[in-house]
């Protein structure tokens, strides 16, 4: 079966440039979440959706950030304008039931803003 | 967001020898999880833990949910050289939207 995939592996931009980062959770898996991971914070949750719908942003760093997931097969987090502080490595995972129950994680996009 | 207190933050081994690893918290937890994370590479659940004093075993590992539901160690047996990697435990509360994970412990295992 498929994993959780995440495009691209690696993004390399100047900062002030929108970086789009891709998921595609695993088939029949209800909730999807994106993660940062960086090095002085380690791993956080940036938002959660159930069912293509947002539950809980309260872990996006600013408004720069966003995400959206129009279908069940497609999410996508966007950083508009990006800044050299959001470098870090992006993590998309799913789970079948839930925030609680043991997630699926995707080999995360590499993001460095010059 | 708040981070678990996870420790030891590295382990430096030799095969064939045990590992063990907590993670502490002030807050209780509902459920535990313990992940690897191998170089470029997302990580990867090992064991769930979903009552306190849950003892539940993967092969050489084995997982324990604090009976406090504070804390949870992982310990691994007869450590060999694929053993290395990251750590990560994470906890989850069930009245709020609280997922969290420790800092992780970076694991070495000499040949």
């Known amino acids: 079966d498929a994993g959780v995939i995440q495009s691209p592996r690696h993004e390399v931009t100047e900062m002030g440039q929108e970086v789009t980062l891709r998921c595609k959770p695993i088939?029949?898996?209800?909730?999807l979440f994106w993660y940062r991971q960086t090095m002085m914070r380690g791993l956080e949750l940036l938002i959660y959706?159930?069912?293509?719908?947002?539950?809980?942003d309260s872990g996006m760093p600013e408004d720069r950030f966003s995400a959206k997931m129009p279908n069940a097969s497609f999410s996508t987090l966007k950083i508009q304008p990006s800044e050299p502080r959001d470098s870090a490595v992006y993590f998309c995972?799913?789970?079948?039931?839930?925030?609680?129950?043991?997630?699926?994680f995707g080999d995360g996009t590499r993001l460095s803003i010059l | 967001g708040q981070q678990l207190n996870q420790s030891p933050q590295s382990m430096f081994i030799q095969e064939g020898e045990d590992v063990s690893m907590n993670c502490t918290s002030s807050?209780?937890?509902?459920?535990w999880l313990w992940y690897k994370q191998d170089p470029g590479e997302g990580p990867v659940l090992l064991i769930a833990?979903?009552?306190?004093?849950e003892l539940t075993s993967n092969g050489r590992l084995t997982a324990q949910f604090g009976i406090t539901r504070k804390d949870s160690f992982l310990n691994i047996s007869a450590s060999i050289p694929s053993d290395v990697g990251i750590y990560f435990c994470?906890?989850?509360?069930?009245?709020?939207?609280?997922?969290?994970f420790g800092a992780g412990t970076r694991l070495t295992v000499k040949p």
């Open positions: 995972a799913s789970s079948r039931t839930g925030l609680h129950q043991p997630q699926h």
């Open positions: 088939s029949g898996h209800d909730y």
């Open positions: 833990l979903y009552k306190a004093g």
């Open positions: 994470a906890g989850s509360k069930y009245n709020n939207n609280d997922m969290r």
């Open positions: 807050s209780i937890f509902n459920t």
């Open positions: 959706f159930n069912n293509n719908v947002p539950i809980d």
